[in-house]
């Protein structure tokens, strides 16, 4: 089996060495085409345009930036379609809109592609480590032909639902986790703000009942350390999937009022150019409302870690 990977960037890169470590005879393509040299190094080849990758493969993944960038290489001049043969299946990767996923996916079906949208969960570390969800959506019967291939970049592999079902499970989960960041930033800053020293407010909500979930120790190297560049996640992209999940939220006429809050403070955020900042960032910005202080050391936060 051929695969091809296009979208070689943070998230891209680490899953398409997975591909290659795991056997495949991969195909590259990228915008950049310095992104292509290492793959081609490591064994892989490199095509010059995405027709000329999708003329080749059997197998093609796309990790893009979003919605326009997806329709583009899939249905643009010279995209995808215009040569990936019938029978063939691509997985997009993108966090993308269901409605947008759904509309390409009507295209492949004409063409006798079959399309998954197969948004991940787990940041460049996980592309890289292999520790990676991906909420998959698409034919049940074509995701179990292909699921092998899955398996190479991901450890949990979620089929959802039919075409669309992937994206949806995706930003449900990010808008919880951005919602649920900022509610953080705003009891931390009460906290503190009473007098409670910050690693020992951190250290006590870990041990309650939600905190034993673990959901605070994602604030450890960012939030907790004022820690923002380089980015695990950068706002800007964070923006885009909260937005996309504020438009189907909107579609379903479902009311986002959390949300919207979170919403208003990337705004903020983004306003003051912090887009290439980690997504985390706008969590600063109750600091800043509290008049509150709050920035552990590496060594404060190992400590309050290793206690448990």
């Not at 990758?53 to 893009?64: A, E, K, N």
């Not at 269901?98 to 996916?105: F, G, L, T, Y």
Request: hydrophobic share 40%.
């Amino acid at each position: 089996m051929k695969v091809g990977f296009i979208g070689l960037g943070g998230m891209g890169s680490g899953m398409a060495h997975n591909l290659l470590d795991a056997g495949y005879d991969l195909v590259v393509h990228d915008i950049k085409r310095e992104s292509g040299q290492p793959f081609e190094q490591a064994g892989a080849s490199w095509a010059d345009s995405v027709a000329e990758l999708g003329r080749q493969v059997d197998v093609v993944f796309t990790s893009l930036p979003g919605p326009a960038e997806m329709q583009e290489v899939g249905l643009g001049k010279d995209g995808l379609l215009s040569t990936l043969r019938t029978g063939s299946a691509w997985f997009d990767l993108t966090t993308n809109s269901p409605a947008i996923v759904r509309e390409v996916h009507t295209a492949c079906a004409d063409h006798g592609v079959e399309l998954f949208d197969a948004p991940v969960s787990g940041g460049p570390k996980g592309a890289r480590t292999g520790k990676l969800a991906i909420y998959v959506g698409g034919s049940q019967t074509a995701f179990d032909q292909h699921k092998q291939v899955l398996d190479a970049i991901g450890d949990q592999i979620l089929y959802v639902g039919e075409i669309g079902a992937g994206n949806t499970a995706k930003l449900v989960h990010n808008c919880a986790s951005i919602t649920i960041r900022l509610a953080i930033a705003e009891v931390f800053t009460m906290g503190v703000k009473a007098g409670v020293e910050p690693a020992a407010l951190w250290h006590a909500m870990r041990q309650g009942a939600i905190g034993r979930s673990r959901t605070f120790d994602r604030i450890s190297d960012r939030y907790l350390q004022s820690a923002y560049e380089p980015p695990s996640f950068a706002l800007a992209l964070a923006n885009k999937d909260l937005r996309l999940a504020l438009e189907l939220a909107d579609q379903l006429d479902v009311p986002m009022r959390c949300a919207k809050v979170a919403q208003a403070d990337f705004a903020e955020a983004l306003d003051r150019g912090w887009g290439h900042r980690d997504s985390q960032s706008p969590m600063q910005l109750q600091n800043e409302r509290a008049n509150v202080t709050i920035k552990l050391s590496s060594e404060d936060v190992q400590e309050v870690l290793d206690r448990g």
